[in-house]
């Protein structure tokens, strides 16, 4: 059970029951949406606060009916949005715990602006950040994440555009938090999902989700059973960076980059590995551990960066708090009777 | 050397300010008018400025004014021409000299009419010398160089001298109407009070400024404007945006809403913001947006989570947020839409005035999205529309569109200071926690209103969103008769609305030869020039609008009693056509501006008399 300075956690022991709607679940069979609900029915009961204090908020895309398929206060808003309608109930009421589902079209292009300046500002949120490189809704147009070449229905020619990678966008606006997990890890989402909620700022979580219908293995050079264990670096705060179906390659710095190393060669032993600190302020290194991707690197997955900064919310509260206890104006009758006034 | 100069009594009248932009007009402006409003003048100011903060020195681009109408009878509007034209450079005096009174007064710094300032104006000879001004009343003052003259005993740079011109032709002013410098004393020594020298120039510059005034021939006689008649009460002078502030933290107060505003700076709505952030003691939360798109989707979050919410714009941002509105409109979320309107489109003139959004309030969105659209009528009165916006969307839980303009948002008037008790009780329809039968769209049968229920109530979970929704239950649906339901539903809520709303008064006899028509910020002119017919004996009635979406319920029958009536509105006919679609059974005459200028009551008489000639 997490302890929140604002949210109040449940008097009453919660289970996954208490959070499964009752309406129809209407993503395709097969979709990586359904493990990520099934990773946020684990964890909410987990988590522990108390079940009216949830709130999804979502924008538009496959992603965005995630609000009514949970039974939690839900906001489905349009498209590209969820950011700022999440930033004004979080603002609203800070007891609340403000989650939003939304996907790499919803909140990297039509979004765009959204996600840089809610990150930037630190609000208090949760972002589920479901990326399955394409538009699933209006059945496949390419997406800002779309691998530059590939071929999508608005890009019969392989596409030209350089797509984003979501963490270098997200610490390039200067995000404290951000995780990346795969959608067929129920756990280490749960577990990032879990780390989410207890970072205080705007946490992103990217989900490498798959689109069955229309970029069916789009993240199969990372999630395919023949590469995963070669492709995935799992970080744990504390602990060397550490992969491999041998556990026997690392990730070391080297010049001015991050550079794959194997244990037991050329004099390489575990203590020559870069040890992961999720709460550098400095995100240099999760910067580079954020970029690295196969053919050259591993993904890195688990939480990146996990920075304590102030947030705007708690800001808020603090300027609020100070103007009620230090200014004349209490009342609107005070205020309409301040500066210059006169009888007649 | 000072003469007696005898005294001329006016009912009324309007002083012009107008100088480069940084010659500090706005706040001369300003103190002249609140000294008047202190010795009991009623008035009205309007402040007159470019678009760009500093356009290059001493051109016509860069002149910014400030217009004070002030009487001893009730003013309504800033006024038509000014009586009294004070021109700081040739450019100001050149671009403002049409709107002088012919015979008027002109008090210039001819100090600043060298060749290069003459030219850049515009001029081909300088103005003061050839003649050319011989209809007009003209005091040329070296004002600049007298101001420097004036500060000699004090140890200050040039340039903060110079600066100081303002009050000595604030001095001036203030002898030529038999004033009080004691106010502006008193306001220089708290603004400078760190700064005693600068304190001590502008105080001096006044002074000189007024002993200027006495000794001068130029000036034979002064004016005097008497205390106004004006009901007992505390007073204040306030513009149309800090009273749209005000009313808001008004309603707030009195619902139990807490205050919520997500907004995007844009002239002329950004005082509301700014006046809003000032405001945390009474607890409103401000949050300046990264675009319009997100002030009002941050507003509509806020609604969604319990608060009084609020966006406030201007016409480009008023457009950017259409989606969202009707995001609010089909989730029936309480959210009151400020657009405080200019010329348009696109950017257009942003600092003028006009009313050409209405039909963008109506129906500038996509699908069947019906939302209540009422509009302030001038500065004071943006405090009671502002209140009574955010009750009517809280208590019918829709969103309020509320027009004020760039007319009334920036001019000022007195404004009698209520008791906030006095206004009407705000009671939302607020969910109770537990109560098992709520749906979040069940509906009060009389309103059509659905309760509100917010995040973090107990045992009150439910989902809503922009898809269309089962009536009650609020569940997702594409069944096309639900759909045709729920527009309904949703329009019948709106229309509702008119039984909770006033009656539209008529000013003057409620049956005559002609019905003047109008809505929003052209109040005080109508107001004049209709009065000014019923004085000559007309029988011309004015039916001014402050709810258009509903329309009260009395519109029609006002309208039967009349033999002609004519809409007038500051834009091409968006008012009238909306009448022509709504009430069809009348003929409509029209009378439109396009300039971003207010009416001008002659223009309005003009055209009242026309019609009434037209057989």
Redesign the interface.
Known sequence: MLENKRIQTSSVELTKEDFVSD?MVKWCPGCGAHAILAAVENVFPRIGYR???F????G?GCSSRF??YV????????HG?A???????????P??SVWIATGDGDSMAIGG??LI?IVRRNIDVNILLFNNQIYGLTKGQYSPTTPMGQITKTSPQGTIEHPFITAGLIMGAQGTFFARATDNNVKLMSEVMYEAAKHDGTSVVEILQNCVIFADKTHGAITDREHREERQLFLKHGEPMIFGKNKDKGIVLKGTGLAVVKIGEDGITENDLLVHDQYSKDPAIHRMLGRMMPPDFPVALGVIRSAPFATYDDL?EE??E???A??K?????D???S?????? | MAQKKNIVELEDVVVKFVGDSGDGMQLTGTLFS?AA??A?NDLATFPDFPAEIRAPQNTIAGVSGFQVHLGQRKILTSGDLCDVLVAMNPASLRSNLKWAKPGATLIVDSATFEEKGIEKAGYQTNPLEDGSLNGYSLIKAPISLLTMESLRHLEIDKRSAERTKNMFVLGILYFLFNRDMEVTLEFIEKKFKSKPLIKEANQAALKAGFNYGETIEAIKSTFRVGPAK????????ITGNIATA?GL??AA?NSGR?L?L?SYPITPATEILMELSK?????A?V?Q???E???I???????????L?ITTTSGPGFSLKS??I??AVI?ELPLVIVNVQRAGPSTGLPTKSEQSDLMQALFGRNGECPAIVMAASSPANCFYYAYEAAKLSLEHMTPVILLTDGYIGFGSELFK????KDLPAIKPPIATPNDTSFKPYRRDEKTLVRQWA??????????????EKTNIDG??STDPLNHQLMVNIRAEKVNRVADYIPLQEVMGEDSGDLLVVGWGGTEGALVSAVTHMQQEGKKVSLAHFNHIMPLPKNTAEIFSRFKKILVCELNMGQFVNYLRMTIPEYRYHQFNKVQGLPFHVQELTDAFNNLLEEK
């Open positions: 309406q079940k009216e204090n709130t999804f908020i979502s538009i609000p009514y039974n939690t206060y839900g906001f489905h808003g349009i949005r950011n700022p309608i999440a930033s004004g109930v979080k603002i609203a009421n007891d609340l602006n959204h300046h808020v300027q609020i100070y103007a009620k230090n200014s104006i209490q009342t609107v009758n205020l309409l009777r500066g210059d006034t006169w009888e007649i | 609140d409003a202190i009991g004006m009901e007992k009460g505390l007073y204040r002078n005000w933290l008004a107060e807490p919520f997500g405001h945390k003691s009474l607890g939360k949050f947006a990264e675009d798109i997100a002030g989707c941050s507003a509509i979050g806020a609604s969604f989570a319990g608060s919410a989606e969202a009707g995001l989730t200071i209520p008791d906030t917010h995040p973090g109530m107990e045992g009150l979970r439910h989902r809503i969103g922009g898809l569940n997702v």
